[in-house]
């Protein structure tokens, strides 16, 4: 699948006018510095879209962040690199928007600990965050994501995000 440009919103700091992109694509298809994926975590191990993208990854792991459930914001430092955020529940479970929103904003934490240690990421792409878990306040979860990316935007050192839509199905809930 090639990535497509479907939406852009230019996000104005005090350093530059910052683009925060919405793409119907692949994220592991992208070429940002830092790609943030997520999965979930159970009593059955790890589930979830990037399961096998994960497990393949040998690079060294380093917890920057902890989520509301006791899941696990891990900083992958391979060449490419990755956060991973691991949800703690079944690929199955719906949350509601105050735990949804506590995720996002640890997310976001979590890249302001990195920023901090030194590392500086000019794009980064990210893909729907749980998006089996929130099909019943996507309208919400859209304020929260577009919300806490324009804050980073704002006072990070990066240049622009990258959002991916991977099922064209979901386009219009996300557009």
Request: charged share 25%; aromatic share 10%; with cysteine.
């Amino acid at each position: 699948m090639q990535n497509c440009l479907i939406n852009q919103m230019i996000i104005e700091s005090n350093m530059k006018n910052k683009p925060f992109n919405l793409l119907l694509g692949d994220i592991l298809n992208d070429d940002s510095d830092l790609k943030i994926i997520n999965c979930y975590e159970d009593e059955q191990g790890i589930a979830g879209d990037f399961k096998e993208y994960l497990e393949e990854i040998t690079a060294p792991k380093k917890i920057i962040g902890y989520l509301p459930d006791g899941g696990e914001i891990i900083f992958l430092e391979a060449d490419k690199p990755i956060v991973a955020v691991y949800l703690k529940c079944s690929e199955n479970l719906q949350v509601d928007m105050v735990f949804y929103e506590k995720v996002i904003v640890s997310i976001f934490a979590s890249l302001i600990r990195l920023e901090l240690a030194g590392h500086t990421f000019k794009s980064i792409a990210l893909p729907i965050l749980f998006r089996k878990a929130i099909t019943t306040i996507h309208e919400e979860a859209i304020t929260v994501l577009i919300t806490q990316a324009t804050r980073w935007l704002k006072t990070s050192r990066t240049s622009s995000i990258r959002y991916y839509v991977y099922h064209e199905n979901d386009l219009n809930l996300w557009d």
